[in-house]
């Protein structure tokens, strides 16, 4: 199923800014959060249906430590204190998944930096409709 991808530097930012200093991004950028708590950047998700979708957020986290966040979807927490661990460099991106259900029409999905390093590096949202559950659609 289509993957369509929502750029963080197209996103609402609160506490950070657009860098395109590391190589290996999609767009024109990637969203550097500042090093703070409560740091996020905000993406506004249409589906054309209700129902179970898989988050793709792909980021960059060059430091050791884990960047944790909260994946929070139209107010209601879907993942909490995900990792986001180090992936060896700033220009070596990695994919986070998230398995949540969306309403049809518009959502809005937030990555909130829950630590005081903030959150790392984030280059895209993609939104996955591909079933979860294996069974094929009849
Ligand atoms: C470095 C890096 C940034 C990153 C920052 C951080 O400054 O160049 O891209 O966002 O570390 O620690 O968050």
Redesign the pocket.
């Known amino acids: 199923a289509a993957a369509a991808a929502y750029e963080a530097e197209d996103a609402t930012v609160s506490r950070g800014r657009v860098?395109a200093?590391?190589a290996g991004f999609t767009g024109s950028g990637f969203v550097?959060?500042d090093?703070s708590a409560g740091s996020y950047v905000q993406w506004t998700v249409d589906a054309a249906r209700a129902g179970r979708v898989t988050l793709k957020l792909r980021f960059?986290n060059?430091?050791p430590a884990d960047?944790p966040m909260d994946i929070i979807v139209n107010g209601a927490p879907a993942a909490d204190d995900r990792a986001f661990a180090g992936t060896g460099s700033?220009a070596s991106w990695s994919t986070a998944t998230v398995t949540t259900d969306l309403r049809a029409g518009t959502n809005i999905v937030r990555a909130t930096a829950t630590t005081a390093?903030?959150?790392?590096?984030v280059d895209h949202l993609a939104v996955d409709t591909a079933p979860t559950t294996g069974s094929t659609p009849v």
């Open positions: 860098d200093n590391h550097n959060y090093n960059a060059g430091t960047r700033w390093d903030g959150g790392p590096n």
